[in-house]
């Protein structure tokens, strides 16, 4: 009775690590090729920045692409997943300037004059996202 217990429990641990190899394998080979372009637009801020001062048509949708994950990854929890809208707790921020974004988002601060759609200072601001700003901005106003 106790082998068999000892047996099947190794035999589980055997079809376990045989399942994480074999899905292993498979992440990576479906996930290797952008993932390298991630990385090497990423790794590059000199790339970036060539990126942002041509952002033209060609690079508008994957940086949109970018936004739109570091917006669901961020900003979600209180602005509508669709940023036409208003959110549970933050309003709707699409066609937002550059301006605005970068001031909001890394200082909580709005650009002078502007008139701020709400005149709480609920929004914690998320210096962190500084590089993310273009993205966010493509993702915005598509
Ligand atoms: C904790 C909730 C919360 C999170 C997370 C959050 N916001 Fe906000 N946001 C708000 C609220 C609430 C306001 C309204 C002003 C205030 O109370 O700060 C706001 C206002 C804004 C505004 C100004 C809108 C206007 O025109 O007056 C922008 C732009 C904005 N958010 C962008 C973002 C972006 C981009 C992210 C993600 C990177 C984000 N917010 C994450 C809650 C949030």
Redesign the pocket.
């Known amino acids: 009775m106790f082998t068999l217990r000892l047996l099947s429990q190794a035999f589980l641990a055997f079809f376990l690590a045989l399942v994480l190899v074999f899905s292993g394998c498979e992440t990576q080979d479906k996930t290797r090729e952008p993932a390298t372009t991630a990385q090497t637009q990423e790794s590059s801020p000199a790339t970036q920045a060539t990126e942002q001062t041509t952002a033209t048509q060609p690079d508008q949708a994957g940086s949109a692409k970018k936004g739109k994950f570091?917006?669901f990854a961020?900003?979600i929890?209180?602005?509508n997943t669709d940023p036409t809208k208003a959110g549970s707790?933050?309003?709707a921020?699409s066609d937002?300037s550059k301006e605005?974004?970068t001031l909001?988002?890394t200082q909580?601060t709005?650009p002078a004059g502007y008139q701020?759609?709400?005149t709480?200072?609920?929004?914690?601001p998320?210096p962190n996202?500084k590089a993310g700003i273009p993205f966010?901005h493509a993702f915005l106003n598509p």
């Not at 709480?120 to 914690?124: A, C, D, E, F």
Request: hydrophobic share 40%; with cysteine; glycine share 6%.
């Open positions: 570091l917006y961020n900003c929890a209180c602005h707790v933050g309003p921020i937002s605005l974004l909001k988002v909580g709005y701020p759609k709400r709480t200072k609920l929004m914690p998320l996202l966010l």
